[in-house]
């Protein structure tokens, strides 16, 4: 059973930089890819970034390109979205997923975290 959780939200000014943290354990995850989401009420989850464990491969949405970096620590089994030039519009819950697919569905990510807000204010 894997399991994930997100830590390091919490309410900035814009341009504010802030780093959120997911702690997976559980199943090893040599292959597996990590993905970051957000979601604001009456939204869909939007597709924020994934990585790759093994060869750090990264993709990130139009939307956080060059203001948000995704990164992992294995020895940690933790994965990091460090979110720089933080907007208003980037206000959302953030959850972290793990998936065996590089892709930016939501639908391919079967395990979750719990989520952590993020909320930026102008």
Known sequence: QVQLVES??????AGASLRLSCAQSGRTFSKNVMGWFRQTPGKEREFVSCITWGSGNTYYSDSVKGRFAISTNNAKNTVYLQMNSLKPEDTAVYYCAASDRFTPLATAYGYWGQGTQVTVSS
Not at 8 to 13: P, T
């Open 8 to 13: 390091g939200g919490g309410l900035v000014q």
